[in-house]
């Protein structure tokens, strides 16, 4: 029973700031990497920001320089810092986590949060 909780998402005029977080629980034995995707209104879900356990990250081209992706280990929590906001930003933000689950000893399955929504509108 391993769930992600996400929090932060809302309306925005372009420009501004949010700050999503996303914290694991559960019955987890460890947690490799976690992310952030996306899926805009007529696309496919995307990468948006990945990070490992070691704070290594990778970012989508399109928020390079803009979005900022960090995690508390201790917590299970992940972060995404978002600036300068445009409406090309606008989907819906999905948590991701690679996790090792007490249930399954040895396998690294992926879990998913329920998505928190982004709307940039003026």
């Known amino acids: 029973q391993v769930q992600l909780v996400e929090s932060g998402g809302g309306l925005v005029q372009p420009g501004g700031s949010l700050r999503l977080s996303c914290t694991a629980s559960?019955?987890?034995?460890?947690?490799?990497?976690m992310g952030w995707y996306r899926q805009a209104p007529g696309k496919e879900r995307d990468l948006v920001a990945g990070i490992t356990t070691y704070l290594i990250t990778n970012y989508a081209d399109s928020v390079k320089g803009r979005f900022t992706i960090s995690r508390d280990n201790a917590k299970n929590t992940v972060y995404l810092q978002m600036n300068s906001l445009t409406p090309e930003d606008t989907a819906v933000y999905y948590c991701?986590?690679?996790?090792?689950?007490?249930?399954?000893?040895?396998?690294?399955?992926?879990?998913w949060g329920q998505g928190t929504p982004v709307t940039v509108s003026s």
């Open positions: 559960g019955r987890i034995f460890s947690i490799d990497d």
């Open positions: 991701n986590a690679r996790v090792r689950p007490r249930a399954v000893p040895g396998t690294y399955l992926d879990f």
